[in-house]
């Protein structure tokens, strides 16, 4: 197999920040090669390096053994270097077509031909097996069929690499073997790609090569078939993770939220949550698990406040809360750490002190009077920055200047440290490095060891199956299947995850 | 001890060098039509100073600015776009006369007062109708605004057209307010009245709110992120009212001082432009309640000297909307490019050790 | 008072709403370039107002109207120049640029009339269009009177529609503005230059405001007076989201904007004894009316306002 891609010593800072530091990657032609690193490690980095959306700062690229000299992610694709990113480059109110054929004006024609497209669009599309209907509005399909537009999209314009960036992330385990299909069925036909991804198994399961990241380095490049996945995990943190600390014995207390035949509308009247019922005792956690889009969202905000329910009632230590607003919701003393960071869970202008008061702002003894007390709200900071390990420049700086993972750890502050009697923690590690996921995984485990009822909302089963005490499958809006930690089944819950029973 | 900082000198060197520039970018428009822009500037920079009256007329000037320019930084730090000073500001202008005129035999206290909160009130319900339809409609503050504007515009020329006409009914203006309505004047001999001091007074109750109380931190925190506010058990609907409201309510004041220290009476088009003038000071004085004030001064300076600059060497006196409109643009983008700028200047520093 | 709804009278009133609603079709027009590519312009106003004044210079000085139509377009381009290189480029608060990108247009057409007529009590008067009867369309009867005995800007704004329909929804072109507008970071990740899309619709935008100013000046006037666009801009970024981003919409809701301002005219020439004050007013809150009408912001191009960081 001759080589297709070498990239040699790229580097790239952001500020002063070295993203990529002599990072070395060859890409032989058929090959399926893993990029495995954790969040940050400089993975997204170095392809859009590659696709020209960076410039780098030092280092060369040679493609088909001619150098590079990348000014935009068109001369990128005109080579045939093709890029799915982890969240799609999409345009929702476009159709199908407008989206595969957009910015294609040069070779194509200034007029659209429609008919013409069309048809060599379907070709390929037939060619490795994918069905896709041109005339959709994007919007409107499933996430599986919405990555099938993006690849025909890539094939289109005549990808001869192909960079995939975590494409597993929104898929269930079904839809991803038949993801790992397709791309075994184009290295054959002698398509290189690049998975970026940081899942063990996915790299030794369908990558014949992997190189693995960390701080923006590469650590190892090594056959997948010459290790193993933890001799993967070392290369890819540096260290042995630590196993968490767990009291042996704990106790189950009363009920703390007790959800009945529980269903919300979304705006269309689409039932986004389907009469679920679910129990959550005080000193556990129960962990659901599903895709991404099944109700995890909705189910986390109707209990909270923040959308109304259509039907069913939601008790909080035996109170109805069904009808609640979030303001009285939030005083009664629920903890939530919510999916987006950046879009609920903290105002990024604001200072790490002014976010971990965020609830409390008006509060003795953060209020006198009037006016605010600094002197009661610096202490406050201080605390909660100490005891939680935040880094920060200081408690002034905006939260818009924390990396990802301290700014969950300063939304973890707020929300526990309060000794919630419920605390709805929805993918509470998405986005964060392994150090600051294991803090957060430990202050969990510490919540419901002091008594909270914990309700984990999570895609990643790993984390599931870590945390929780019990576990309940949600699926298009129902609950499909709950079970003990004992009988935890990887492959069960797959496919329940799928919608099988 | 704390460092020398470049930085922070650099946020400051930003608006100075926009000025600069925007006087020397006029200076090529004023070699276009033959004059020398020495001269020009000559008088437009120490035509101020030439005698007390005129060096009192900057305050004058710079006073409504103060308080339209507050208004919009208080929008504009809740997340609004409130473009509607200048009609805010002819409704509390509208109500300032009215009860100039009914209350104007009261004691001055007492009608004064009358009128500064009437003008409020007015103020406050021509802000809190765009908000209204913002928060409950999602109607673009902007449009609504503006369109307001031009609907203040034209009541008031309905206003001394009709119903509040001077009693010899000759020209299209109100009779005078009461004497006791008019606003004391601070320095003898000129027209500089207690209104700035109260535009200025109002400039730090403004900070106050807006930063050391949980008041202004909520509303902050719905226009920074309304999501996020809202996760925290804020009502989005009711701070953006209230918001909008206050800023009405901020340019309203504009109004009172306009008519009870000004003009004494409501007449068509005074004050023009006075609202979008506090927008230019609000931007230059990036949107902080101490630096609206100075480039409120500034402004007023610059229109008080433009007025000596058409006297003397007689360059149309617009040529200051000109450069006024150069600052804003100059400093914005001063803004903009700076973090660029310290990134370059951290990077070298980084070099050199 | 009783005859004021005869038919010469609607004819009348019709022509002269197509005829009012042409200056707020060309600023909206190009409003929707711009808006489409994801740049809120509230420049329209100010860049009519240059337009206006421009068209006037031109004609002034050459005596040819269609010659100072050009440098209005011209004009038109250049401040939107200006407006592109602070939003697009240095990518600074668009609403803000656009009120300041307003005081600037002010500021230049106040002060340079001046400076090349001098201080003037009675505005100066240049040559101006006048109404092109098209042959046997025009013959009509009702329907010839009102469509086709305009003024040939009126035809070119009228073209503009189904040529800008055209564009955005049959080329690449257009699907590469709409793309930019929608998802600019999508666009980038496919070759689309997203910052010369936007700087080339702003300058569109810019040529029709400069256009629906000249029209102003030109075809419904024959001179330049300070402020004569009072809020006509404003109203064509109002027609923009009246329209919902659509050429066919934005039409329509010019058209509306026109008859108001017709209907106001004609009712405060006929003395129906309501002051004409509130006349005046009625276009600004037909508008308010339509902005708050069109619940929330479902069909706005998704990245209007925001600029585009990689």
């Given amino acids: 197999m001759n080589t297709i891609l070498r990239m040699v010593s790229i580097s790239k800072y952001f500020g002063t920040l070295a993203a990529n530091e002599d990072v070395n990657l060859e890409v032989k032609k058929g090959e399926i090669h893993s990029l495995l690193g954790e969040n940050g490690a400089g993975k997204s980095t170095l392809m859009n390096v590659l696709y020209g959306l960076y410039q780098p700062d030092k280092g060369e690229i040679f493609f088909e053994d001619k150098k590079l000299n990348l000014r935009s992610s068109k001369d990128a694709i005109d080579l045939g270097i093709g890029m799915i990113h982890q969240h799609f480059m999409l345009v929702p109110v476009h159709t199908v077509l407008e989206n ?109 090569r992997v190189t693995v990241l960390r701080d923006g380095k590469v650590t190892k490049t090594i056959d997948t078939k010459d290790t193993n996945e933890l001799e993967l995990a070392r290369f890819m943190i540096g ?69 109304k329910a259509s039907s069913g009632t939601i008790l909080l230590d035996g109170k109805d809360i069904t009808e609640n607003t979030i303001e009285e919701i939030v005083k009664m003393g629920v903890g939530y750490i919510p999916e987006d960071r950046h ?95 294991e803090f957060i995984h430990q202050e969990i485990i510490k919540a419901k060891e002091d008594g909270a009822a914990v309700l984990l909302i999570s895609t990643e089963l790993s984390e599931i199956n870590y945390l929780s005490d019990r576990i309940a499958v949600i699926y298009k809006g129902g609950i499909v299947g709950e079970m003990d930690k004992s009988d935890f089944d990887e492959n069960r819950i797959g496919l329940m995850m799928a919608g099988a029973n | 001890m704390k460092k020398f900082d470049i930085f922070q000198l650099l946020k400051i060197l930003i608006p100075i060098a926009a000025v600069f520039l925007a006087l020397l970018l006029g200076s090529v428009l004023l070699l276009f039509i033959d004059v020398n822009p020495l001269e020009a500037y000559r008088y437009l920079i120490f035509g101020n100073f030439t005698n007390k009256y005129n060096t009192a007329e900057i305050f004058v000037k710079s006073t409504p600015i103060i308080l339209t320019g507050l208004a919009f930084t208080f929008a504009f730090r809740t997340g609004l776009f409130n473009i509607g000073g200048e009609g805010q500001m002819f409704a509390g202008a509208m109500a300032a006369v009215f009860v100039g005129l009914k209350t104007g035999h009261l004691s001055p206290f007492l009608t004064i007062s009358l009128s500064l909160i009437g003008a409020i009130i007015a103020g406050a319900i ?59 004047y601070v320095v003898p001999n000129t027209r500089l009245h207690i209104g700035f001091v109260i535009a200025v007074i109002i400039s730090i109750i403004v900070y106050i709110i807006l930063w050391k109380t949980p008041f202004g931190y909520r509303l902050r925190a719905v226009g920074f992120n309304p999501d996020g506010a809202e996760y925290s058990g804020m009502s989005i609907k009711k701070s953006i009212i209230i918001s909008m409201a206050i800023s009405g309510a901020l340019a309203g004041v504009a109004g ?93 520093e980084k070099v050199i050790e | 008072m009783k005859d004021i709804f005869n038919i010469t009278f609607l004819i009348a009133l019709l022509s002269a709403s197509i005829r009012l609603s042409v200056p707020i079709l060309f600023a909206a027009l190009g409003g929707m370039y711009s808006e489409k590519s994801g ?105 010839g009177e009102i469509l086709f005995k305009q003024t040939a800007l009126v035809y070119i704004a009228f073209i503009l529609v189904p040529i800008s329909h055209y564009i955005f929804y049959k080329t690449s072109l257009g699907l590469n503005i709409r793309t930019v507008g929608e998802h600019p970071m999508a666009a980038d990740t496919v070759g689309i230059p997203v910052e010369k899309v936007r700087t080339a619709c702003v300058l569109i935008s810019g040529a029709l405001a400069g256009l629906g100013g000249s029209f102003l000046s030109l075809g419904q006037f024959n001179m330049f007076v300070d402020n004569m666009v009072s809020g006509r801009g404003f109203i064509a970024v109002a027609a923009v989201i009246f329209g919902k981003w659509s050429p066919t919409g934005v039409l329509m809701a010019s058209l509306i904007f026109g008859v108001a301002d017709a209907l106001q005219i004609r009712i405060q020439m006929s003395g129906v004894s309501i002051p004409y004050q509130f006349l005046l007013m009625f276009p600004y809150i037909l508008t308010v009316v339509a902005v708050t009408g069109i619940v929330g912001r479902t069909t706005s191009p998704k990245a209007l306002g925001t600029p585009y960081e990689k």
Wanted: positive net charge; glycine residues 10%; hydrophobic residues 45%.
């Fill in chain 1, 100 to 208: 595969i054929i957009m910015g294609m004006g040069k070779e194509k024609g200034l007029v659209i031909k429609e008919e013409k497209l069309k048809k060599e669009i379907s070709e390929i599309a037939k060619k490795y097996g994918m069905e896709i209907s041109l005339d959709s509005k994007v919007g409107n399909l499933s996430v599986g069929q919405q990555q099938r537009v993006e690849i025909v999209k890539a094939l289109y314009r005549g990808a001869k690499l192909l960079i995939m960036d975590e494409p597993t992330a929104v898929l269930t385990p079904q839809e991803t073997e038949e993801l790992f299909t397709t791309l075994k069925i184009m290295a054959e036909d002698g398509m290189s790609i690049i998975l970026i991804t940081h899942k063990l198994k996915e790299v030794m399961f369908v990558c014949d």
């Fill in chain 1, 239 to 307: 260290r042995e993770l630590m196993p968490i600390e767990r009291k042996q014995e704990y106790k189950v207390g009363e009920p703390i939220l007790e959800i009945e035949s529980l269903s919300h509308e979304g705006e269309k009247g689409e039932k986004s949550l389907n009469d679920i019922s679910l129990t959550v005792n005080s000193g556990e956690v129960l962990g659901i698990a599903g895709v991404d889009g099944n109700g995890q969202k909705e189910l986390a905000e109707v209990i909270v406040g923040l959308m």
């Fill in chain 1, 343 to 437: 879009k609920r869970g903290l105002i990024l202008d604001f200072s790490v002190s002014e976010n971990l008061i965020l609830k409390d702002y008006y509060k003795k003894p953060y209020r006198k009077t009037l006016f605010f007390d600094f002197n009661v709200i610096n202490k406050h900071a201080d605390d909660m920055i100490s005891k939680y390990s935040i880094k920060t420049p200081g408690r002034h700086a905006e939260a818009k200047k924390l990396s990802g993972g301290n700014q969950q750890k300063v939304v973890v502050a707020r929300e526990i440290h309060k000794l919630p009697k419920l605390l709805i923690a929805v993918q509470p590690t998405r986005g964060v490095d392994i150090g600051a996921t």
């Fill in chain 2, 126 to 184: 021509w802000g809190l109708i765009p908000g209204f339809l913002k928060g409950i409609f999602g109607s673009s503050e902007i449009i609504v605004t503006i369109m307001f504007n031009y609907v203040a515009l034209y009541l008031i020329s309905y206003l001394v057209d009709k119903p509040l006409r001077e009693s010899i009914g000759f020209y299209p203006q109100t009779d005078l307010i009461g004497k006791n309505a008019f606003l004391p």
């Fill in chain 2, 256 to 348: 009172f001082t306009e008519i009870n220290g000004i003009h004494h009476r409501l007449l068509d088009n005074f004050s023009k432009n006075v609202g979008f003038d506090g927008i230019a000071a609000a931007l230059l004085g990036s949107a902080n309640p101490a630096g609206v004030v100075v480039s409120s001064i500034l402004l007023g300076m610059l229109q008080t000297g433009s007025n000596s600059m058409q006297r003397g060497v007689g360059v149309p006196a617009n040529i200051v909307s000109i450069i006024q409109a150069m600052i804003i643009i100059l400093v914005l983008a001063g803004n903009m490019l700076r973090p660029k700028l310290e990134l370059y200047m951290r990077r070298k």
């Fill in chain 3, 39 to 143: 740049v809120v312009n509230i420049g329209l106003e100010g860049m009519m107002l240059v337009g206006a004044f421009a068209g006037v210079v031109g004609s002034y000085f050459t005596g040819s109207y269609w010659i100072g139509t050009i440098v209005a377009v011209l004009s038109g381009m250049l401040i939107a120049a200006l407006f592109a290189l602070i939003t697009v480029k240095i990518k600074i608060n668009q609403i803000v640029s656009g009120v300041a990108i307003n005081l600037l247009a002010v500021g230049i057409t106040s002060f340079f009339y001046r400076a090349l007529f001098g201080i003037t009590t009675v505005p100066i008067t240049v040559n101006a269009f006048s109404p092109v009867s098209i042959p046997i369309l025009s013959d009509i009867p009702i329907i």
